[in-house]
């Protein structure tokens, strides 16, 4: 069954409940996604709808792009994403809409998206180390510490928490509730924090 939809996240607001309780939300636009493929288990090894959306001038879309929509006379889209699916709930075509209506209001859906970028960090920013004594003169007050080994295997193990580049990595919210949809501006408030900055993409998808 096919329970999932891209969009744009837009930024942050607040609601109230009926109680008079605010809620921090977040809204994403999600526009209806157009089916560009149909990808079978027989031909392509696994299950998925190839999805296109967002608007694209005629003459800034690349060849390639151009070709993926005109073979079956399909208005060219910006993005181009897959939705996996274990089983279709109907059969579908190119050129047939995936939109809100696949999400109630209350749902609990998975949001999948990339997370802002921090540059370069050391092990207290991005794994929470303590630091090293300040007095009687440490020169170890911010340092990693020891990562070898002086004998055998004299390496440093794979996996080891050290200083490196923090976030822009792909990140998925487990559970987030759908506060509200906005049918005739294609809105979904979810309460809580979306990964990514504002305008990136995401992926709702039923928890």
Do not use: W
Not at 33 to 48: F, L, N, R, S
Not at 124 to 136: A, D, E, L, Q, W
Not at 165 to 191: F, H, W, Y
Request: aromatic letters at 6%; one cysteine or more.
């Amino acid at each position: 069954m096919v329970n999932a939809i891209y969009g744009k996240k837009i930024g942050s607001t607040q609601v109230f409940s009926s109680s008079g309780a605010a809620i921090y939300v977040t809204a994403i636009e999600a526009e209806p996604c157009m089916v560009v493929q149909v990808k079978q288990e027989a031909t392509d090894g696994y299950k998925a709808l190839k999805v296109g959306f967002g608007s694209i001038k005629e003459n800034k879309a690349t060849k390639p792009a151009k070709g993926v929509f005109s073979k079956n006379s399909l208005q060219v889209k910006r993005y181009v994403k897959e939705l996996r699916v274990d089983e279709f709930d109907k059969e579908y075509k190119p050129g047939d809409l995936i939109d809100l209506q696949v999400f109630n209001i209350g749902d609990k859906v998975k949001i999948t998206g990339i997370a802002r970028g921090k540059g370069f960090a050391g092990v207290i920013k991005r794994y929470n180390f303590h630091r090293g004594p300040v007095s009687h003169g440490s020169h170890s007050i911010r340092k990693t510490g020891a990562v070898g080994m002086c004998a055998t295997p004299s390496k440093v193990h794979k996996g080891k928490k050290m200083p490196g580049r923090m976030g822009g990595k792909r990140v998925t919210n487990p559970a987030t509730e759908i506060i509200d949809i906005i049918v005739d501006q294609n809105l979904i408030l979810v309460k809580g924090s979306v990964p990514g900055s504002s305008g990136n993409i995401v992926m709702l998808k039923k928890a």
